[in-house]
């Protein structure tokens, strides 16, 4: 710190000295003289079209050689970047190689698992499982009036699909897939799709854990007219139904609805009938999700 | 011939390196103050004139390319180059302490002028603005400390033109 003090002493005071008594430096008072004029002109009449004008003319001036440097950085900074580029790619298809490779080995794996697996089904006679691929369709076609009735989607027989197969969606609030409809006409890429809610429609369903069998016939609403529920079976509003195992086309224990009022000794007085709100959003159906059994994706 | 040729060059490497590089060099914005250096490097080695005129033009480009005040760093380049000039002579030039000192000085100057010339055309608002920025500290901290090293190299370019 006192070399400091002693390093600005020795710097200040020789110097302001020198510059009191330095009779050599005339030219450089003057020409510090002049400097400070044009500065301080530049500065008080820096909106008059004189000091603009410098100022353009200096921008210009210096600009055009800046300009040209900074092009060639921001080519030599592209150029780098593009080199990295290709480094990093080269890096990345090394490693989806060996990814790759990795993946080859495990599919070799798992088909002769899957061919030992047929072996050992066959020895012991067992039932194969057979596994189901979801087919993404979105809806092309909604009959303005019959909303609740049919669609058309834009995947047919081109992608693996046929008629009866079932036809679902997903259902955010209850994150599960629920059942729409049945595919009744395919085309090359489309198919016609008639929903549950369809007054020609029937599904068998049942009561969610509780095993009572029923049917739920189409409203032309998004209600269904739940029939054949015995009479002296407790079912009240707020119970959910599914698909039962009666059905031939959906997998049993599909969502379907929940039901929202039971209206008793209505039509007979065996069974009585209840009104359904179907989980699916006719307004809100954009997209459905077909289900194909494996098996007949391969055999395409 | 050759000291204006080879000034002028000095003029165009360090624009180059102030404007340009400190764009894709800055690390979160600051980026040492190489003109001032500059200036203080001419100014301590008796080049006062030198000293002044590059600051002037040194300050008229950055004018010229920033939005503030079009003649504030000009001015204040001036002065620091003709105060330097003036403090300084070259028998301090080689001690690393000494340039410590001379671009320390050289930025509170600069620094000062800049807030006083704001406060007097833009009011009180902008009165010492800079000493409260913390990038303002830094800036100083890093152009102090790569002062030696470009006055190194400017020594070594002077020195072996003298030998020449």
């Known amino acids: 710190m006192k070399e400091l003090i002693y ?5 200040v005071v020789p110097g302001f000295y020198k510059m009191c008594l330095h009779r050599k430096s005339k030219y450089e008072n003057i020409i510090f003289l002049i400097l400070l004029l044009f500065g301080l002109f530049f500065i008080i009449g820096r909106f008059t079209p004189t000091v603009k004008l410098i100022e353009d003319f200096v921008y210009r001036f210096s600009y055009s050689s800046l300009n040209l ?10 150029f780098v970047n593009d080199i990295k580029s290709v480094i990093h790619i080269r890096y990345e298809n090394i490693t989806y190689k060996q990814k790759n490779q990795e993946l080859t080995d495990k599919l070799r794996n798992y088909e002769a698992m899957v061919k030992e697996c ?27 009036n019959e909303w609740y009735k049919w669609f058309i989607i834009n995947k047919g027989e081109n992608d693996g699909l046929y008629n009866e197969l079932p036809v679902l969606m997903f259902n955010k609030k209850r994150n599960a897939l629920c059942a729409v409809g049945r595919i009744i006409e395919t085309y090359a890429s489309s198919s016609k799709v008639v929903l549950i809610t369809n007054p020609a429609y029937a599904l068998p369903v049942k009561i969610k854990d509780r095993n009572i069998n029923c049917l739920a016939e189409g409203f032309g609403s998004n209600l269904l007219r739940i029939t054949y529920i015995p009479h002296y079976a407790d079912v009240k509003a707020g119970d959910e139904i599914v698909v039962s195992e ?16 039971v209206l008793e000794g209505e039509s007979s007085v065996d069974f ?29 | 011939m050759w000291k204006i040729i ?12 102030q404007f340009i590089f400190g764009k894709y060099l800055g690390i979160f914005g600051i980026f040492p103050n190489f003109i001032l250096i500059v200036i203080a ?40 180059g003709y105060l330097i000039g003036k403090f300084c002579g070259d028998f301090y030039a080689n001690k690393i302490l000494s340039q410590f000192v001379v671009v320390f000085s050289a930025n509170v100057i600069y620094w000062l002028g800049f807030d006083l010339i704001h406060f007097i055309i833009l009011g009180s608002e902008s009165y010492m603005a800079s000493f409260t920025d913390v990038s303002f500290y830094m800036e100083a901290v890093v152009t102090v400390l790569i002062a030696p090293t470009v006055f190194h190299i400017l020594g070594m370019l002077y020195n072996r033109r003298a030998v020449k």
């Not at chain 1, 390093?7 to 710097?11: A, F, G, H, P």
């Not at chain 1, 224990?253 to 929202?260: F, L, S």
């Not at chain 2, 000095?10 to 624009?15: A, E, H, I, Q």
């Open chain 2, 41 to 80: 490097y001419l100014g301590v080695s008796k080049k006062t004139i030198d000293a002044q005129l590059m600051g002037f033009l040194f300050g008229l480009t950055w004018d010229a390319f920033s939005i503030d005040i079009f003649g504030i760093k000009a001015l204040m380049f001036t002065i620091i």
């Open chain 1, 272 to 300: 009585k009938t209840a009104k359904a709100k179907v989980f699916f959003e006719a307004d809100n159906v954009y997209e459905a999700i077909i289900c194909v059994p494996e098996t007949k994706i391969c055999g395409k």
């Open chain 1, 118 to 144: 047929d072996d050992l089904s066959k020895l012991l006679k067992l039932t194969k499982i057979e596994n189901t691929i979801s087919v993404f369709a979105r809806l092309s076609i909604k009959g303005p």
């Open chain 1, 69 to 78: 440097t900074n092009s060639v950085f921001c080519f030599t900074e592209n």
């Open chain 1, 7 to 11: 390093e600005c002493i020795y710097i």
């Open chain 2, 6 to 17: 080879c000034n002028l060059l000095l003029y165009v490497f360090f624009s180059m390196i």
């Open chain 1, 246 to 261: 009666l059905s031939s086309v959906f997998q049993k224990d599909t969502p379907v609805g929940v039901i929202t009022d």
